[in-house]
């Protein structure tokens, strides 16, 4: 899941429960599409926040590849012998921010219980009612 600073979903994906969630980012981020009016909408974040899971050199190779700013902690599992070169970026009090966006985010998404304990089999069908649960956030920040 994308969302922004104010806690709205910008991208979903589905994977399956026995599979890391960074192995899925690629994709997320990939799905980002916001309208601007007239044109193509924007299709690449300037800066990407994410929690120190995601501390991996394929990560951090794709977003610089894409342009966009990595704002990941280092994950000290990743990093037993310190690296040689320049560290990486990483701005504390905006990830701390940002962070709790995406808690509130998933903290209104497990307001409805059907989606908390996933009573549908079919991927296609929960995508569905999580994309049905992301407009009813858009429509309550929109009141």
Known sequence: MAVTAES???????????????GRLIEV???????RGIGRPMCRPRELYADSAYDSNKIRAYLRGRGIKANIPLNPRNRR??????????DEEGYRHLRSAVERFFARLKSLKRITIRYERLASTFLALVQVACILIYLRVLQ
């Open 8 to 22: 709205l979903p910008l991208s979903i994906v589905i994977g399956s429960g026995d599979e890391h969630d960074s």
């Open 81 to 90: 012998k310190p690296k040689r070169g320049r560290p990486c970026r990483f």
């Open 29 to 35: 981020v990939d799905g980002i599409k916001v309208k």
